[in-house]
Structures are given as structure tokens and as C-alpha cells.
T-cell receptor, first 114, second 112 residues
Framework: EAGVAQSPRYKIIEKRQSVAFWCNPI?????LYWYQQILGQGPKLLIQ????????DSQLPKDRFSAERLKGVDSTLKIQPAKLEDSAVYLC????????????FGPGTRLTVT | KQEVTQIPAALSVPEGENLVLNCSFT??????LQWFRQDPGKGLTSLLL?????REQTSGRLNASLDKSSGRSTLYIAASQPGDSATYLC???????????FGKGTRLSVIA
């Protein structure tokens, strides 16, 4: 079975520019997660979707970050405008449902903001 | 608030050694605990998932144990190999509708 796909793998932008990341979860997985991982830290959840509805976005900086999962399959995460502190790896994960089901991660997108 | 701590932060061992990575968490009300491996510049690969009712899980040379009452988990790697070099992350799924809480990881280097 195909894993979680993410693109692009790397992105370098200047501060105040905008950027978007794309994720396609494992086929049939209803739950999709976006995480931010700063160098030397564990991943931090930004937003969780169940199908096309938001379950948890309490840690998403909503003044600059947005995410959508319009058809309940793939998802995009956008940052506008970017700040230096947004430099991180953005990981997408999926699971078969909410709760304690095992999460499967994509390869991540490494964002550098200069 | 659940907090997850991993000790040591970094570990270097010669090839062939058996080793133990430690993970501790502050709230024993968990749904499960998951160990991940992360290679440089890559995403996370799930290694083992232990449900709160379980004491341990095994996969090949890996064995993970869970002592929920003391808030501890260990990942045992037998006969380590250079290919085991990576960062190992522990994550706890708290009870209720709350997200995974990750530790900062242990960076393992296995020297040939």
C-alpha cells in the first residue's frame, strides 16, 4: 500500500512570502494530521482533520497559518506571511480513525525562511 | 498537562551492543504509547505501538515495554547495527480527544 505523500520536499522562501504544502494520506484513512517539527524538538500538532472537518486546531497560529481538506482526501497547509521562526519540517500523518489508532507519517517538507 | 521526556538525548555505542532507550511521561492516563524512528531529513517511521492494557511489544530486534503506573517505557535494541543509527522518538496518546505528545528524541549512533 502506498504511504503518505507530501510535496514539496524542500522549500526556501524569504520572510513575509507565502508558501503552501500538499499532503495525500494513505487511501481510506479518514484522519489527517499536520505537525510542525522544529530542529531538536518532537513534532507538535498543528491541525487534525476527520474527513473534511477540523477536530483540533488549537495550536495552529491562525493569523498566518491555514489548512483545508475540502474533499476529505488530500490537504494543503498554507503559511502567509512566513516568519523566520516558521523554519521547520512540516509533517503530514494519517490514521484510519480518530482516537488511538496508529499514525503513519509522510517524509515531510523542510521549510527554510531567510 | 502531559509531558514526555527521553533520556539520554544522544547515545553512541559500538556495533553489536544491546542498548536501552528510556521514555517517561507525567500522566498515566494514556491510551497508548508509540515508538518512532526518524532518519535525518526524513519523516517518522512507526516501530512499535503499545496499548495501555499491554506490557510490551516485540518486532525483530526491538522490544518495547510499558509501565503505565510508573510512567515509563523502554525501547530495547538487541545486537545494534550501524543501520540503527537514527533519532528515536517516543509519543504518548493521552486519554480523551487530545493529540499525541512527543518527546524530543534520543539520537543514536552505532559505530562500526
Amino acid at each position: 500500500e502506498a504511504g503518505v505523500a507530501q510535496s514539496p520536499r524542500y522549500k526556501i522562501i524569504e520572510k513575509r512570502q507565502s508558501v503552501a504544502f500538499w499532503c495525500n494520506p494513505i487511501s481510506g484513512h479518514a484522519t489527517l494530521y499536520w505537525y510542525q517539527q522544529i530542529l531538536g524538538q518532537g513534532p507538535k500538532l498543528l491541525i487534525q482533520f476527520q474527513n473534511n472537518g477540523v477536530v483540533d486546531d488549537s495550536q495552529l497560529p491562525k493569523d498566518r497559518f491555514s489548512a483545508e481538506r475540502l474533499k476529505g482526501v488530500d490537504s494543503t497547509l498554507k503559511i502567509q506571511p512566513a516568519k523566520l521562526e516558521d523554519s521547520a519540517v512540516y509533517l503530514c500523518a494519517s490514521s484510519s480513525s480518530v482516537g488511538g489508532h496508529e499514525q503513519y507519517f509522510g517524509p515531510g517538507t523542510r521549510l527554510t525562511v531567510t | 498537562k502531559q509531558e514526555v521526556t527521553q533520556i539520554p538525548a544522544a547515545l553512541s555505542v559500538p556495533e553489536g551492543e544491546n542498548l536501552v532507550l528510556n521514555c517517561s511521561f507525567t500522566d498515566s492516563a494514556i491510551y497508548n504509547l508509540q515508538w518512532f524512528r526518524q532518519d535525518p531529513g526524513k519523516g517518522l517511521t512507526s516501530l512499535l505501538l503499545i496499548q495501555s492494557s499491554q506490557r510490551e511489544q516485540t518486532s525483530g530486534r526491538l522490544n518495547a515495554s510499558l509501565d503505565k503506573s510508573s510512567g515509563r517505557s523502554t525501547l530495547y535494541i538487541a545486537a545494534s547495527q550501524p543501520g540503527d543509527s537514527a533519532t528515536y522518538l517516543c509519543a504518548v496518546k493521552p486519554a480523551g480527544n487530545t493529540p499525541l505528545v512527543f518527546g524530543k528524541g534520543t539520537r543514536l549512533s552505532v559505530i562500526a
